[in-house]
């Protein structure tokens, strides 16, 4: 797939459709530049990953883990509460 577009006097140009269907990328998307070493140009999309697509990606910790998050809510809040109180607010 090649298609030539001309840059606009601002530095702009529009994406084709056909390489933005490609992509998969619509209005409001971010894509980027990457200069390889060989000085070929690399667009490609740089979307920010969903919660749901990040499940799973770290290794599980260990059993029980979750048992003292109750805990450390309690802990941190009271800290910043500590903190909070010395700095006068």
């Not at 084709?16 to 060989?38: M, Q, W």
């Amino acid at each position: 797939m090649q298609e030539k577009r001309v840059l606009s006097s601002k530095g702009q140009v529009v994406v084709p459709k056909n390489i933005r269907e490609y992509l998969n990328v619509s209005e409001g998307d971010a894509i980027e530049f990457i200069v390889k070493e060989s000085g070929e140009v690399v667009i490609a999309p740089a979307k920010e990953p969903k919660l749901a697509e990040l499940y799973g990606s770290l290794p599980p910790k260990t059993a029980g883990s979750t048992e003292n998050l109750e805990k450390v809510i309690y802990e941190s809040k009271r800290e910043r509460a500590v903190r909070r109180a010395k700095e006068g607010k």
